[in-house]
């Protein structure tokens, strides 16, 4: 049986076109059992069942209190947390969602193509990548450099597209570990497009199989 993956798409501010395509990727995956939710009180129901948590394209606040500490409670005792794209414009209101994830979203420019230069070819989500990997995205700017908390994987030329806000240190991928569990993050997937890239897919699948312990580095 395959592990499975609890993925949670609620939003209460902007909603991306693309999350339909992303839940559908996760599925064509054919490495993990992929329940989809928007209920805020599924996250609220015991999460032991399940390999990872994953938030794609979350977005405002779309937990409970109950949900909140069900969250917490599973990662801190060594469920896995994965956050993709928007799950970094989710839960401001709430401390612990920020320190769990690395860093918060604070503005991105228009969407572009550019370069994403990949830091650590050591990890299961970027060994498959080339050292310079040409992508679309939104190139999202966060409120500060999480690289002193997290194992950054992936970083943002800046110098490859318009509008880049955080100079020579942009993250955009890395993970760390909170408390027992492992948690990753993505700043890539703005697009359907992106759902359909090989590499992308394979880059969701080592992050996913690493958070969830299936996959070591």
């Known amino acids: 049986m395959a592990p499975r993956l609890l993925v949670y798409t609620r939003t209460t501010d902007y909603r991306h076109d693309s999350i339909p395509a992303a839940v559908d990727a996760l599925r064509a995956l054919g490495a993990f059992d992929v329940d989809h939710t928007e209920d805020p009180g599924r996250l609220a129901a015991p999460l032991d069942g399940y390999a990872a948590v994953v938030f794609l394209s979350t977005s405002g606040d779309v937990l409970t209190p109950a949900g909140r500490a069900r969250l917490a409670g599973y990662v801190e005792s060594g469920g896995g947390f994965v956050g993709v794209h928007a799950a970094a414009c989710t839960e401001y209101g709430w401390p612990y969602y920020g320190d769990l994830l690395g860093a918060r979203?604070?503005?991105?420019?228009?969407?572009?193509?550019?370069?994403?230069?990949?830091?650590?070819?050591?990890?299961?989500?970027?060994?498959?990548?080339?050292?310079?990997?040409?992508?679309?995205?939104?190139?999202?700017?966060?409120?500060?450099?999480?690289?002193?908390?997290?194992?950054?994987?992936?970083?943002?030329?800046?110098?490859?597209?318009?509008?880049?806000?955080?100079?020579?240190?942009?993250?955009?991928?890395?993970c760390h570990t909170r408390g027992g569990g492992r948690v990753f993050y993505t700043a890539l997937g703005h697009t359907d497009e992106a759902y359909a890239d090989p590499g992308f897919r394979a880059h969701l699948r080592g992050g996913i199989g690493w958070a969830a312990g299936l996959a070591d580095d």
Do not use: K
């Open 105 to 174: 979203f604070e503005r991105h420019p228009d969407l572009q193509p550019g370069r994403v230069l990949v830091e650590d070819r050591d990890h299961p989500a970027t060994r498959h990548l080339p050292a310079v990997w040409d992508f679309t995205d939104e190139w999202y700017d966060f409120r500060d450099s999480p690289r002193d908390r997290v194992r950054v994987l992936l970083s943002a030329d800046e110098s490859s597209y318009d509008g880049g806000g955080m100079g020579a240190d942009h993250p955009l991928a890395w």
